[in-house]
C-alpha cells in the first residue's frame, strides 16, 4: 500500500468516525428530549452536533462559508414558502444571525 492509498484510507475511517458520532449525537438528543433533560444538556448535545457537522462539511471538501451561505439560501426560500406565521419569525431571526456572520 503506498502512501496515497493510506491517506485516502484515512479519511475515509474518519469521515465514516465523523457520521457515526452524528448518528450518536442524534440519538442523545432524542433520549434528552424523552427524558427531559435540562437546557443545558440539549445544549451540549446540540454544540456536538453542530461540531460533527462542520468537521464532516470540511472532509468532504465543503467549508462553513459555503455551509452557512447554502443553509441562508434555503431560509430565505423557507420564509417565501412558509405558510405558518409561528415559524416566520424563527427563520427570520436564523436568517439574520447568519447574515451577520458573514
Not at 51 to 71: C, F, N, P, T
Amino acid at each position: 500500500m503506498n502512501g496515497k492509498d493510506f491517506d485516502v484510507a484515512k479519511n475515509v475511517k474518519m469521515t465514516e468516525n465523523l457520521q457515526c458520532r452524528m448518528l450518536s449525537s442524534v440519538a442523545q438528543f432524542y433520549t434528552a428530549m424523552q427524558e427531559n433533560a435540562t437546557k443545558g444538556e440539549k445544549a451540549e448535545i446540540l454544540a456536538d452536533l453542530e461540531i460533527v457537522m462542520y468537521l464532516l462539511a470540511a472532509r468532504m471538501g465543503i467549508s462553513k462559508q459555503s455551509l452557512d451561505e447554502k443553509a441562508t439560501a434555503k431560509l430565505k426560500l423557507g420564509l417565501l414558502e412558509e405558510e405558518r406565521p409561528e415559524w416566520k419569525t424563527p427563520l427570520l431571526e436564523l436568517l439574520r444571525e447568519l447574515g451577520q456572520k458573514a
